[in-house]
């Protein structure tokens, strides 16, 4: 059970990703050290579904940083979804070749000022709004972020703690504490 948060702060050129720190075994709740939100070089990644997914590309993903990739913003994140897309792919088939199984993940991913959604079969999509949010909760904190948005002068981050707040109000599984890093701007 995750709740993850992507919010643009277009002043500054950067955005802020955040998560819930809960990891569910069956319906059991088990506090964690396992972070749903880390970068990668220029990236931030934050996963909704399965943990050990996180675990592989924290520890085997490679990407090339942004400033050597000599391409646009949208061809960099789709290099960044077909990497992570071969790397669980791989993990999958592994899994499956045990009789084990293998779980869905859904990405968001940031690097600069630009926020995407990586789907369940490595789609990506660019998000043009403000924000955007994944996994079990994320329908409680858009709702929350719609509001709190609206704002004039809102804090992001401030923002973001409220509406993971109203979707752990909301559903079972989300927990603090609440992981937060903003991208580095890279014009």
Known sequence: MTCIIGIKQPSKSRVLLLGDSATMVG???MPTERMKIFKIRDVVFGGAGSARAGEILKQTLDITPYNEF??????????IAN???ALLHDYHEAAEDKNERAC?????IAFGR???NIGSEYCITEITGDFYSI???SSYALGALDILCKIPGYKPKQVGYAAMETSAKFTYGIRPPYV????????
């Not at 000599?70 to 290099?79: G, I």
């Open 27 to 29: 319906t059991e709740y």
């Open 104 to 108: 869905s993940t859904y990405w968001l």
């Open 180 to 187: 937060a890093l903003w991208t580095t701007p890279l014009e």
């Open 83 to 85: 990497r992570v897309g």
């Open 135 to 137: 996994g079990i909760g």
């Open 70 to 79: 000599n391409d646009t913003p949208d061809a960099y994140a789709f290099d």
């Open 114 to 116: 630009h926020l995407y």
